[in-house]
């Protein structure tokens, strides 16, 4: 069965401070991966998926495929930075009548306090 | 664009009514996925549908659930005889049609159902 651990249910860190919010999956194929996030009182929203090897908001997610871990970090967390965040695999992809999708599975979440 | 929208927002039901959630996709989105998050869990994937379609329905429960996306209106998740296991946030995400790369999936803010 597919899975995703998210170890941490809380983080907390001082601004300024590096943050790493660690994933790790189990799945078959290769899967694309991806990191959400939701904001307090916000719905959730994308933040990064590794086939687009972007930096979004100072965040970064490097894809291991030995470890099967998709951590995500940030070098100087900010006080905005405080939210939920959700590691999300998406995998198998389908194409079914001409067009792709895929079945995200989220892990627990992370809530990340970043304190001034 | 007013991205996905979902209503109701709150759904307090007694055990064994029904429970209608509704979807409107963001425009120019003709692909609706549901998730369900019970409490201290990740989202689970439920449903995906494209108009008049059900594509795969792999993580729908097999009985009272049940999902539609018409022609016209909004997609609707109908749960029959809830009962108290049913309480959970239920997340509805719309994609375009793409035949390339999994699209992004967007969300609504999420209907919470409380069965009493």
């Known amino acids: 069965a597919q899975r995703v651990t998210q170890p941490e249910k809380l983080l907390s860190v001082f601004k300024g401070a590096p943050v790493e919010l660690k994933c790790n999956y189990s799945?078959?194929?290769?899967?694309?991966l991806f990191w959400y996030v939701q904001y307090s009182r916000q719905r959730l929203q994308l933040l990064l998926r590794?086939?687009s090897r972007e930096s979004i908001k100072g965040f970064t997610a490097d894809l291991n495929k030995g470890e099967t871990s998709f951590h995500l970090k940030k070098p100087f967390a900010q006080e905005e930075d405080s939210a939920m965040y959700y590691c999300?695999?998406?995998?198998?992809?389908?194409?079914?009548?001409?067009?792709?999708?895929?079945?995200?599975?989220f892990g627990q979440g992370t809530i990340l306090t970043v304190h001034p | 664009n007013a991205g996905v929208m979902q209503n109701p927002r709150h759904l307090v039901r007694r055990r064994g009514q029904e429970a209608r959630l509704r979807c409107s996709p963001m425009?120019?989105?003709?692909?609706v996925y549901w998730y369900r998050q019970l409490p201290e869990e990740g989202l689970k994937f439920m449903v995906y549908l494209q108009k008049e379609n059900i594509i795969d329905e792999s993580g729908m429960p097999k009985e009272r659930f049940s999902a539609e996306f018409p022609k016209e209106g909004p997609s609707i998740l109908r749960i029959q005889q809830v009962v108290r296991g049913d309480s959970a946030a239920y997340f509805c995400?719309?994609?375009?049609?793409?035949?390339?790369?999994?699209?992004?999936?967007?969300f609504g803010p999420g209907t919470r159902l409380t069965v009493l």
């Open positions: 995400a719309s994609s375009p049609p793409t035949s390339g790369s999994i699209p992004e999936q967007f």
């Open positions: 999300a695999p998406i995998g198998p992809s389908y194409l079914v009548i001409g067009t792709s999708y895929g079945k995200l599975t």
């Open positions: 590794h086939i």
């Open positions: 425009k120019g989105h003709s692909h």
């Open positions: 799945y078959s194929g290769s899967p694309e």
